[in-house]
Nanobody
Framework: VQLQASGGGLAQAGGSLRLSCVAS????????MSWFRQYPGKEREFVAA????????YYADSVKGRFTISRDNAKNTGYLQMNSLKPEDTALYYC??????????????????WGQGTLVTVSS
């Protein structure tokens, strides 16, 4: 499975962006799809996850109430709607797919597939 992330760009504080993650070479319908972000010189951090079924989406506290993760299995695509953006949301955003157990869905090493990053820049 290959993942292609897109939708990053420049936004003003308070604005919105929508990231997309399109999968090819296989279906991701049975996988948890997640988003991570990385600041320069820092390790990747968890942003949000949506499992294949049966559980509500899960968010990092820093984005809860502002970001919404979703998926369209028919399109083999995941999304991250980012509203009320803050300058501290500026980072390289990665999508990932895999089968982490529920308590480990924040753990990047438990994901099998990664997209390339898409840069989000939020100006104040």
């Amino acid at each position: 499975v290959q993942l292609q992330a897109s939708g990053g760009g420049l936004a003003q504080a308070g604005g919105s962006l929508r990231l997309s993650c399109v999968a090819s070479g296989g279906t991701v319908s049975r996988y948890t799809m997640s988003w991570f972000r990385q600041y320069p010189g820092k390790e990747r951090e968890f942003v949000a996850a949506i499992r294949s079924s049966g559980f509500p989406p899960y968010y990092a506290d820093s984005v809860k109430g502002r970001f919404t993760i979703s998926r369209d299995n028919a399109k083999n695509t995941g999304y991250l709607q980012m509203n009320s953006l803050k300058p501290e949301d500026t980072a390289l955003y990665y999508c990932a797919a895999g089968n982490p157990i529920l308590i480990r869905q924040r753990i990047g090493t438990d994901y099998n597939y990664w997209g390339q990053g898409t840069l989000v820049t939020v100006s104040s």
